[in-house]
């Protein structure tokens, strides 16, 4: 436990609860301190992207070791930042799964080795678990603490590799409602922009080029799936290829901008139609939005028009993949008492819901 515990005879205030948190699922190495899952008093993100880039998406070989330079000094980094030492921390939280094995499995020996050697609690983390926890997140230096979602709240996960509608009831308690059949969301931003030409990753390539585009331009399908809570993209992806082809005889040269401000729209048409139609289905009392995805300005202002309150979208940095994440979904299972062994393994294919453990 941390030094800063209160020993006094009076009524006692809660003490303060740090965790470190480790991210390594793909291609960012990352180290946080959360005080009570909710406060950020440090988070570092080195990112692969620039080695990446050459290859248009991530290598898993080329992740790995990227990894094992970059944890230890990202930890250090992380705990200076904080201005604490290991002394100061109380348990240590590590994304487990679901993402790439040999990226994973180096975060996961670095907190085994941690915790070991610091005699530490140990916390495996869902990566989508902790994308959730994302809406709890605030600085340390906000005036005022973001207000934390209410229960039950309906949250949409739109990551490069996952798409989830999940209602949770309670922390912790995850009700998966649908999924994508095929593409993740982020998946497809990253493909049209390889079809449009767009560098790496996609989603804020295209982002940027849409800007300047006509979002109307291309009358793109949006694919419902009436009657079930998933989604499908890879339609959608074709019908942007189809376009691309047929705009290859455009004496102008491939309308660009057109076609991405199109294309997002679709994308975003169905993920805030059918994220408000489950949230009023199911009498959610908040709507959270998490994952790369989220990001998105397009997204999120669509959002924001159609849901003035109760929405929570993280800030820009704590969308896309961070430990500060990790470590505020660690803290709600370390104060339930739920600890890892030194033998805890990687689970690459981790279901959010196989996370749910009853207290
Ligand atoms: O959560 P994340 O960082 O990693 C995973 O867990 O997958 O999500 C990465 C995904 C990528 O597909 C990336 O293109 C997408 O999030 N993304 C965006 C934006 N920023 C990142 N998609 C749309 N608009 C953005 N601004
Ligand atoms: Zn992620």
């Given at each position: 436990m941390s030094p800063t515990h209160h020993t006094s005879s009076q009524a006692e205030p809660l003490a303060t609860v740090r965790i470190l948190g480790i991210e390594t699922s793909c291609d960012e190495t990352a180290a946080a301190v959360v005080a009570d899952g909710r406060i950020i008093l440090s988070s570092v993100v080195a990112s692969q992207v620039e080695v990446h880039t050459r290859f248009g998406g991530v290598f898993p070989e080329v992740a790995s070791r990227q990894h094992i330079l970059a944890i230890y000094p990202i930890v250090e980094q992380a705990l200076q930042q904080a201005h604490l030492t290991l002394d100061d921390i109380d348990g240590v939280a590590v994304t487990?799964?679901?993402?790439l094995p040999g990226s994973l499995v180096v975060g996961l020996n670095a907190a085994k080795g941690l915790a070991l050697a610091n005699n530490l609690p140990l916390i495996g983390v869902n990566h989508l678990e902790g994308h959730i926890y994302s809406a709890w997140l605030y600085q340390d230096t906000d005036q005022k603490p973001a207000s934390a979602p209410e229960f039950p709240s309906l949250a949409l996960i739109v990551s490069g590799g996952h798409t989830e509608l999940i209602l949770m009831k309670d922390h912790l308690d995850y009700a998966r409602l649908g999924a994508t059949l095929d593409d993740a969301a982020g998946e497809a931003f990253d493909k049209v922009a390889r079809l449009l030409g767009l560098s790496y990753p996609g989603g804020p390539s295209i982002q940027n080029t849409a800007q300047g585009g006509n979002p109307l331009a291309f009358d793109f399908p949006r694919a419902w799936l009436e009657d079930t809570w998933n989604f499908s993209f890879s339609g959608l992806k074709t019908a942007v290829l189809r376009e691309v082809r047929k705009q290859e005889a455009n004496p102008r040269g491939l309308p660009t901008q057109d076609l991405a401000a199109s294309f997002q729209a679709a994308v975003v048409d169905v993920l805030v139609s059918k994220t408000m139609h489950a949230a009023k289905k199911f009498n959610a009392r908040s709507i959270l939005v998490a994952g790369g995805v989220s990001a998105n300005q397009a997204l999120r202002q669509s959002f924001a028009l159609r849901l003035p309150s109760n929405l929570h979208i993280p800030p820009l940095m704590y969308c896309t993949d961070n430990a500060a994440m990790i470590a505020a979904a660690g803290y709600q299972r370390f104060v339930r008492s739920q600890r890892d062994g030194l033998d805890m393994d990687i689970l690459p294919n981790w279901p959010l819901t196989e996370t749910t453990r009853p207290d």
């Amino acid at each position: 436990m941390s030094p800063t515990h209160h020993t006094s005879s009076q009524a006692e205030p809660l003490a303060t609860v740090r965790i470190l948190g480790i991210e390594t699922s793909c291609d960012e190495t990352a180290a946080a301190v959360v005080a009570d899952g909710r406060i950020i008093l440090s988070s570092v993100v080195a990112s692969q992207v620039e080695v990446h880039t050459r290859f248009g998406g991530v290598f898993p070989e080329v992740a790995s070791r990227q990894h094992i330079l970059a944890i230890y000094p990202i930890v250090e980094q992380a705990l200076q930042q904080a201005h604490l030492t290991l002394d100061d921390i109380d348990g240590v939280a590590v994304t487990r799964g679901p993402g790439l094995p040999g990226s994973l499995v180096v975060g996961l020996n670095a907190a085994k080795g941690l915790a070991l050697a610091n005699n530490l609690p140990l916390i495996g983390v869902n990566h989508l678990e902790g994308h959730i926890y994302s809406a709890w997140l605030y600085q340390d230096t906000d005036q005022k603490p973001a207000s934390a979602p209410e229960f039950p709240s309906l949250a949409l996960i739109v990551s490069g590799g996952h798409t989830e509608l999940i209602l949770m009831k309670d922390h912790l308690d995850y009700a998966r409602l649908g999924a994508t059949l095929d593409d993740a969301a982020g998946e497809a931003f990253d493909k049209v922009a390889r079809l449009l030409g767009l560098s790496y990753p996609g989603g804020p390539s295209i982002q940027n080029t849409a800007q300047g585009g006509n979002p109307l331009a291309f009358d793109f399908p949006r694919a419902w799936l009436e009657d079930t809570w998933n989604f499908s993209f890879s339609g959608l992806k074709t019908a942007v290829l189809r376009e691309v082809r047929k705009q290859e005889a455009n004496p102008r040269g491939l309308p660009t901008q057109d076609l991405a401000a199109s294309f997002q729209a679709a994308v975003v048409d169905v993920l805030v139609s059918k994220t408000m139609h489950a949230a009023k289905k199911f009498n959610a009392r908040s709507i959270l939005v998490a994952g790369g995805v989220s990001a998105n300005q397009a997204l999120r202002q669509s959002f924001a028009l159609r849901l003035p309150s109760n929405l929570h979208i993280p800030p820009l940095m704590y969308c896309t993949d961070n430990a500060a994440m990790i470590a505020a979904a660690g803290y709600q299972r370390f104060v339930r008492s739920q600890r890892d062994g030194l033998d805890m393994d990687i689970l690459p294919n981790w279901p959010l819901t196989e996370t749910t453990r009853p207290d």
